[in-house]
């Protein structure tokens, strides 16, 4: 008899088993495809060569003006650099604070033909306190709708400050995280074509 108690206590055991691992492998289904239906949208960050995304820029009152595209088409200058901040970014206030000086020293080596682009949040209540009292040389100022979402899904900027240099073709050539992107890269890239140095 102690045999067959045995293997009914061992059957037993299989079952719970089996039915355990079926409970796991339904719960692990669940689990993925749930995953899956809140999983984000691939990332259309800028590449190298391509023009930024092209994100909807606005006026002080919220009312949209024009594309970022249009907005740097009419640069004259050779070069642009893009300064992605966030005003509540502490690093982005010293940017901010020391621009004139470091920007001037970044064009003596980076090459003159530079213009520079500020992007910043539309939305947040600190936009017009961070700008305010500023004077940027050779520096225009603009505002991205829906900045959170255009600047990590679109412009793929997971921190400020985040510098863009895009190229005469207005196409990305650089980016930087954080600093002015190397002056000798920048050089190569802006300066008019047999101008460059050994």
């Known amino acids: 008899m102690r045999p067959a108690t045995q293997s009914r206590g061992s059957t037993r055991r299989t079952r719970f088993l ?6 796991a492998l339904l719960l692990g289904g669940q689990v993925f495809f749930l995953l899956g239906a809140i999983a984000p949208q691939p990332l259309t960050g800028p590449t190298i060569g391509q023009p930024l995304p092209n994100a909807v820029l606005v006026r002080e009152s919220g009312e949209p ?3 970022l595209g249009r907005f740097l088409s009419r ?3 050779r070069c642009i650099l893009v300064v992605a901040v966030d005003p509540d970014c502490g690093v982005c206030r010293r ?4 621009w004139n ?6 064009l003596d ?15 947040s209540v600190s936009l017009a306190e961070f700008y305010q009292g ?3 040389r050779d520096t225009r100022l603009a505002r991205v709708v829906g900045s959170t979402e255009v600047y990590e899904r679109s412009l793929w900027i997971y921190a400020t400050p985040t510098m863009y240099l895009l190229d005469d073709g207005k196409k990305l050539a650089i980016g930087s995280l954080g600093d002015f992107p190397p002056a000798e890269a920048a050089r190569s890239v802006c300066a008019p074509a047999g101008t460059i140095e050994n």
């Open 18 to 23: 089996l039915c355990l691992g079926g409970l």
């Open 101 to 106: 000086d470091r920007f001037e020293a970044w």
């Open 134 to 136: 500023v004077a940027f």
């Open 75 to 77: 640069s004259k200058a």
């Open 65 to 67: 003006v024009e594309t």
């Open 95 to 98: 940017l901010k604070a020391a």
């Open 109 to 123: 080596s980076a090459g003159r033909d530079v213009e520079a682009v500020w992007l910043a949040d539309a939305d």
